[in-house]
């Protein structure tokens, strides 16, 4: 008989879990995040998306180029942060309305990176592998990161549009330095709109699994084996959203409405590469890492690397070929291009930053030998 009070208790409680609308809880990697009803998301909340309906999957998923060959070299797929939320429930980061959204945004941005110039004018998405790594971030207000940048317009004409995905340790937003997923947008030049993960109206979450600004693990260990992640972005000619999905498996993330964008409707421009913030902390050059913060001529397994990018074409994912090559300053961050029939177009990238002067340690190595002499005869 006593069983019987402590079953309809168990009953209650697990009413109120099952009826909740959101409730939290802790993934795999004790990431805090809330399950919350996909149409109380913070998208809803722009006044351009107050009566719109979601998409629940694209009209089509362009399918990548097939690779012939198996990959020569040893990498694995890293996990991005998951947690399986109820249906029409999205996870989304508990501090993520209350993170700062200070970026950086007064320092200088240097970058290495590579640009298409494959003869379509028009592309309608890209597509990437890129390894992840944990690069270091020097100090506050700087941050490193990995990505892929569909645009059109430009700085020159204040229009510049803009979607980006791909992985970066940013202190200032997450309170660590951890290796995390992100994406981005703006429709004015970075100006007033557009921001990280899902900090500001925006974005629609479809997956009720991935978690935006959620850790990737595990990540590339220097000189074995190298850790990647692959991201699709692409337009659905139908709805005009541009979606987002992860992994070889295609897993949906969700999409940027065609709403939100104020001149998007194709991208004049796609780039693949790293970017890191110099906020030249006492009057000199950041050492904050870009990549594995090594030069790309130490190779495979010891830099950062993206292999077969893709753009999309008439809703087909094409090879690209045909790129230009960028870094800010090659002293401190460089990036040279390859070809490989199982990699198609790829390249390394990153750097160190700032290197210490051997001078210096020169200097301090000695200081220590002749402190060390005369304690000896003193002594």
Known sequence: MELLPVMLWMIFFLGLFIVSPSFNIKTSDEESVECVDIYEQPAFH?????????????????????????????????????????????????????????????????????????????????????????????????????????????????????????????PDLYQDKKTRLFIYWTSDTYNVTGCYNLLCPGFIQTSNRIVLGGTITPISVFGGKQSEI?????????????????????????????????????????????????????????????????????????????RNLEIIDNNRFQPVQDITVKATDRKFYDIKDMFREDWGTYFFYGGPGRIHSGVSSLALSSFFFYFSFIIFFII
């Open 46 to 170: 722009h006044d351009l998306l107050k009566t719109h309906k979601i998409q629940k999957q694209p009209s089509e998923i362009p399918k990548p180029v097939q690779i012939k060959q198996k990959n020569k070299w040893d990498t694995r797929e890293a996990d991005v942060s998951t947690w399986q939320c109820p249906e029409g429930t999205v996870p989304i980061r508990n501090d993520e309305t209350t993170s700062s959204t200070s970026t950086g945004e007064s320092y200088p941005r240097e970058h290495a990176v590579v640009t298409t110039n494959e003869i379509p004018p028009k592309m309608y998405g890209a597509k990437a592998t890129m390894s992840v790594w944990n690069p270091t971030v020097e100090t506050e207000g700087e941050f490193s990161l990995s990505q892929i940048w569909i645009t059109s317009g430009s700085y020159k004409t204040n229009n510049l549009n803009s979607i980006e995905v791909g992985w970066q340790v940013l």
């Open 230 to 306: 692959t991201v699709f972005v692409w337009k659905d000619q139908k709805s005009g959203n541009w979606w987002l999905s992860l992994g070889s498996n295609h897993s949906l993330v969700g999409y940027w409405p065609a709403e939100i964008f104020a001149n998007l409707a194709y991208a004049d421009e796609v780039q693949w590469g790293g970017e890191i913030v110099n906020s030249q902390s006492l009057g000199r050059h950041t050492t904050t890492h870009m990549g594995s913060g090594h030069f790309s001529d130490e190779g495979f397994g010891k830099v950062g690397y993206f």
